[in-house]
Structures are given as structure tokens and as C-alpha cells.
């Protein structure tokens, strides 16, 4: 009888020790790692590669875009790929590849698309959406913008033409993007 209380006991604390821990976990440890991963832990979240160019010490691999299209389904060409550099992820790009001029608006990339593309890479939705910089790219129709998502994450594109398209977008790491964030995330 002592026995089964003991295992009642000890099963009760310790379902209220992972409830009470995941609470306090942070977003970024609910997650994946993607950032300065290798390829082969890449490759256990998407799969296999299904393209590889190799550039000296940088590589990039583009993944099966199968479950990634369903999130963008007005770009059916779509894809992402990431950038290694010495065997560590260090870039995560969104390709529109040419599917960009079929978006019947305008801003086919903007804070909805980046929360989309940045839940599918990392597995939880972004902290802020706050921006870093703006650049007028010397044509009238050329702007290249960088914002904050949080814990460490940037996006940036460009946007280009009157509808101000976006042909690729980027998420990688960026100093400025770690918490605490004491500037304002309108």
C-alpha cells in the first residue's frame, strides 16, 4: 500500500514539475534549433536536400517545398532553401521563384508571410515584427527593408516595381533582434 501512494506521489509531482517548467520555458526552447545547425539536423526538420551548390565554403540546399507551398498557396513555384557556411546554417531564404508576378495585390511578402515562413522554419510564431532599416535602392521602385522578429531573427527583401514585389525573403541571425527589446514593436 505505501508503494503505490509512493508512485502516486511521485507521479503527481512530477507531471506538476513538466507543467510548471513548461510554462516558464522560453519561445525559443519550444522551437527548433535551424541557426548554426548542421545539415544533417537540418535534414531531421525538412528532409533530405533536393538541390546542392557548393561555393567553396558555402553551400546551399534547397529543400522539398511539398508541406512549405501549402502555407503560400498563391506561390505554388515557391521554395526555401538555406545557406551553409563551414557546415552551419547561417541563411534561410523564401524563393517566389517567378510566382510573384501572378500575386494579383501588392506587398506579397509583409508581416503575415514573414510570421508564416518563420513558424515553418523555427516552430513557434515571432515575438515582434519591428523594423531595422530602410534603403532606396536608386531606382524609384527599389526598397530593401530589414525587420526584427525576435530571439536573435531578421527578415529582410526587397521589394520591387509599382506592385513592390518581393522575389526572396531571408530570416537569419541578427544581434540587434535579441531579447529584451526595448524599442517599440508596432
Not at 6 to 13: D, E, K, W
Not at 72 to 92: G, V
Not at 146 to 155: H, I, N, P, Q, R
Amino acid at each position: 500500500m505505501k508503494c503505490r501512494h509512493f508512485c502516486q506521489a511521485f507521479i503527481g509531482l512530477t507531471g506538476g514539475f513538466l507543467l510548471s517548467s513548461s510554462i516558464f520555458t522560453p519561445s525559443v526552447l519550444a522551437g527548433r534549433y535551424v541557426l548554426n545547425q548542421t545539415p544533417q539536423t537540418i535534414e531531421r526538420y525538412f528532409g533530405r536536400y533536393i538541390t546542392k551548390q557548393i561555393n567553396g565554403k558555402r553551400s546551399i540546399y534547397t529543400y522539398n517545398p511539398k508541406s512549405f507551398r501549402r502555407l503560400f498557396p498563391q506561390f505554388p513555384k515557391s521554395n526555401f532553401s538555406i545557406t551553409f557556411i563551414n557546415n552551419q546554417a547561417k541563411d534561410i531564404s523564401l524563393n517566389f521563384n517567378e510566382d510573384f508576378e501572378q500575386y494579383p495585390g501588392d506587398r506579397n511578402y509583409d508581416r503575415v508571410e514573414a510570421a508564416k515562413f518563420y513558424n515553418y522554419i523555427f516552430g513557434y510564431q515571432p515575438s515582434i515584427w519591428q523594423e531595422l532599416s530602410t534603403k532606396f535602392g536608386g531606382n524609384e521602385t527599389i526598397y530593401f527593408y530589414e525587420y526584427c522578429l525576435g530571439d536573435g531573427v531578421a527578415t529582410s527583401f526587397g521589394r520591387y516595381g509599382y506592385k513592390q514585389f518581393t522575389d526572396a525573403a531571408t530570416l537569419s541571425y541578427d544581434a540587434r533582434c535579441e531579447p529584451p527589446y526595448n524599442r517599440d514593436s508596432s
